[in-house]
C-alpha cells in the first residue's frame, strides 16, 4: 500500500476501509482489529492460553483476530499500541526502574511536568523489541506503528461507541498508567480533550481499593470486586474515620485527587497497618467503599459544574465497581451515563484502535465513521465440525448428545447447573451467555453448590441474573436497556423470583438485560419462561477459580471435569455426568 500523497490513494483507502490492528501488551494484553471504527473482532489472550490476567505480548491473540475477521496481515493501515510504558502486573513486583521510581521516589516526584518528561524519557526504554520481531515474522515490520497514551485508551473506548451523538463528558480511573490514575475529558466530533487529569501518586484505585484489598490478604489489580461484593455485609461507620486521611479530592483542584498520607503503593500497608489493626474485615470493606463512592460522586459532580455536560461515559479499571456505576446513573446532574463494558485493561486494544483510527483519518484526510456499540461477542467461535472432531478426539460422541432450548430449560428447572460453552466469546471480563454458567435464579441452593462443588468462589460473593428486556421493569427499578452486567440496580418484591442472581445482603443486582443480539441465549431465557414464570435465570462465568472464562472446548472440558456441573454445552451438543 502506498503513501497516501494524491487522491487515487484516498479513493483506494476508502474503498478498502481503514482497518487497525490494535494492540496492548500490559495487564490483561490482547489484540483488537477494527474496519472504519467498528471493531471486527476482539481477544484477550487469557481465553487462548488459558493464563489469567497474562501479561506480555499477545501473540496468539494477535494472529486470531486475523484469522476470526477473515482480514489479511498486509491490509491494515496502522499498528496502534496502548500505553507509552507497558503496565506491569503489580502482582509480580518485578524490580525495574519504574517500580524503583514508584515506590521510593513517588512522594518526591510527581509533579505533572515531571511525569511527562520521565514518560518520554521511559519510553524509549519501553520493552518493544519482542513486539517488532514479533511484527518482522508477520511481514508487517514496516506498517506505520502509533503509541496511544494509556488513559486516552480508556477515553477512547469510552467514547467513541457511546450510545448518544452529543457532546459528551468523559471520565477514566484506574491504579494507574502512564503516570496517570484518572482523567476528565470533554469530547466532541471525533476529537477527545483532556481537561485534568490526577497523577499516579494520587491514585484513589490503587491506593486506597487495590491496596486495602491487598491488606485484607487478596491479590491487587484482581479481587477488587470481592471488597464490594464483601461492603454490604459491613458498617461502613465503623471503618470511615480510620480511612478518611489517605485520599481526598485536591481543594485547589476541584477535578483531581489528592494523596494526603505521604505514603504511595505498597508503602499504604504499613499505613493500614496501623489504622486498621483488630477491625474487622467487612467493615473495613464496607468503609473502603463508602470512601471510594463518596469521592467518585464529589469528582463528577465538580466535572459537571465545571463544564456542564450532562451525559457521561467513563472507562478504566475502577468502573468495574458497578455499585458506584450505579450512582453515578442516579445523581440529579447526569442525563445519561455509558460505561464501557471492558472498562478495564483488557480493553485497551480496542481502545488504542479507535484512537489509532481517528487520528490516522484525520492525518490522511478521510472522513470517519463511527458504530454506536451494540453486542460484544467479539472473539472467538467454534464450528459445528470442530466440537465435533473434538468430542471424536476424547472418545465423547457417544456421550455427547444435540440438545434443544427447551430441553436445556427443563433442565434447570429441575435444578441442573449447566454450563455453555457456544458462540463468539465475549469481550470484557463478564460472561454473557456464550461463556456461562446457567442455574434456576429460584433456587437458593444453587448458591451453595456453585460457590463449593463448581468454582471455589468465596462464600459472600453474589451472582448476577439474565433477564429479559420485556421482564426488567418486573424486577429491577428505575430500570433500562443494560446488557453488558456494567450496572447495578436496585430490586423490587418480584425479584424475589431471580433472588438467586441477587446481591444475597441488599438484594441489588448487577443484570445482563437480554435481547436478540444473542439468539441462542435469549432462546433458552424465554423456554425457561414458559416452563416457570420466571423471565430470567442465574449467569455465573464459566471458569474455575483463578482462571480465566473457558476459550476452548479443551478448557471448557477440563472444566467440566474438575467441577460437579450437571452438565456442558458444546454448541449444539450436551454431555451429562
Ligand atoms: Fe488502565
Request: aromatic share 12%; hydrophobic share 40%; with cysteine.
Amino acid at each position: 500500500m502506498p503513501q497516501c500523497y494524491n487522491g487515487i490513494c484516498k479513493i483506494f483507502l476508502m474503498k478498502k476501509g481503514v482497518i487497525i490492528l490494535g494492540i496492548h501488551d500490559g495487564h490483561n494484553a490482547g489484540a483488537a482489529l477494527t474496519k472504519n471504527g467498528k471493531v471486527l473482532a476482539a481477544i484477550n489472550e487469557e481465553r487462548l492460553n488459558n493464563i489469567k490476567n497474562y501479561s506480555g505480548v499477545p501473540l496468539l491473540s494477535i494472529r486470531k483476530v486475523f484469522e476470526i475477521s477473515n482480514v489479511s496481515l498486509h491490509e491494515i493501515d496502522l499498528i496502534a499500541i496502548a500505553s507509552f510504558l507497558r503496565v506491569e502486573d503489580p502482582v509480580k513486583q518485578e524490580k525495574n526502574i519504574i517500580h524503583f521510581l514508584a515506590e521510593y521516589l513517588a512522594p518526591y516526584l510527581h509533579e505533572k511536568w515531571f511525569i511527562k518528561i520521565s514518560l518520554k524519557f521511559l519510553h524509549l526504554f519501553r520493552k518493544k523489541k519482542e513486539l517488532y520481531k514479533l511484527f518482522e515474522g508477520l511481514g508487517i515490520r514496516e506498517k506505520p506503528i502509533r503509541f496511544i497514551e494509556h488513559h486516552l485508551t480508556h477515553a477512547a473506548c469510552a467514547y467513541y461507541q457511546r450510545p448518544w451523538d452529543d457532546k459528551t463528558l468523559i471520565l477514566t480511573m484506574d491504579g494507574m498508567g502512564d503516570g496517570i490514575s484518572a482523567t476528565v475529558n470533554i469530547g466532541q466530533g471525533f476529537k477527545i480533550k483532556r481537561i485534568a487529569e490526577t497523577s499516579f501518586f494520587d491514585s484513589l484505585g490503587n491506593n486506597l481499593y487495590s491496596e486495602i484489598t491487598a491488606y485484607l490478604g487478596m491479590k491487587r489489580w484482581e479481587h477488587e470486586y470481592k471488597i464490594m461484593g464483601l461492603a454490604p455485609y459491613g458498617k461502613a461507620d465503623l471503618a470511615m474515620d480510620d480511612l478518611r486521611s489517605i485520599i481526598r479530592i485536591n481543594p485547589k483542584k476541584p477535578l483531581e485527587f489528592e494523596n494526603i498520607s505521604g505514603h504511595y503503593l505498597k508503602k499504604m500497608q504499613k499505613v493500614y497497618g496501623e489504622k486498621l489493626a483488630g477491625k474487622r474485615f467487612d467493615n473495613i470493606a464496607a468503609a473502603t467503599q463508602k470512601i471510594f463512592e463518596n469521592l467518585v460522586l464529589e469528582w463528577v459532580k465538580n466535572a459537571i459544574k465545571e463544564t456542564g455536560i450532562r451525559k457521561v461515559s467513563c472507562a478504566g479499571g475502577s468502573f468495574l465497581n458497578v455499585k458506584v456505576n450505579k450512582l453515578i446513573r442516579e445523581l440529579e446532574e447526569v442525563d445519561d451515563l455509558f460505561v464501557y463494558p471492558a472498562a478495564e485493561d483488557g480493553g485497551a486494544a480496542v481502545g488504542a484502535a479507535m484512537e489509532g483510527y481517528y487520528r490516522y483519518c484525520e492525518k490522511k484526510r478521510i472522513k470517519p465513521q463511527r458504530e454506536k456499540l451494540r453486542d460484544i461477542y467479539y472473539g472467538n467461535a467454534y464450528s459445528i465440525e470442530e466440537i465435533e472432531e473434538f468430542l471424536r478426539r476424547k472418545n465423547l460422541l457417544g456421550k455427547a448428545r444435540k440438545v434443544t432450548a427447551s430441553e436445556i430449560a427443563y433442565l434447570l428447572s429441575k435444578g441442573k447447573i449447566i454450563a455453555r460453552f457456544a458462540g463468539r466469546d465475549e469481550w470484557g471480563p463478564r460472561a454473557l451467555g456464550n461463556r456461562s454458567i446457567m442455574a434456576d435464579p429460584r433456587n437458593m441452593t444453587v448458591i451453595r453448590k456453585i460457590n463449593f462443588a463448581i468454582k471455589q468462589r468465596d462464600f459472600w460473593m453474589p451472582f448476577a441474573p439474565s433477564v429479559l428486556r420485556e421482564d426488567m421493569r418486573k424486577y429491577f427499578k428505575r430500570a433500562r436497556f443494560s446488557p453488558y452486567m456494567i450496572e447495578a440496580f436496585d430490586t423490587k418484591e418480584a425479584a424475589s423470583e431471580i433472588i438467586a442472581g441477587l446481591h444475597p445482603f441488599d438484594l441489588t443486582a448487577r443484570p445482563q438485560i437480554v435481547n436478540d443480539w444473542n439468539p441462542g441465549w435469549q432462546k433458552i431465557i424465554k423456554e425457561f419462561k414458559k416452563i416457570t414464570g420466571v423471565g430470567g435465570i442465574l449467569n455465573t462465568s464459566f471458569n474455575l477459580h483463578g482462571y480465566p472464562l473457558c476459550g476452548t472446548p479443551e478448557a471448557a472440558y477440563w472444566t467440566f471435569k474438575n467441577s460437579q456441573l450437571d452438565g456442558l454445552i458444546l454448541e449444539d451438543y450436551l454431555i451429562e455426568r
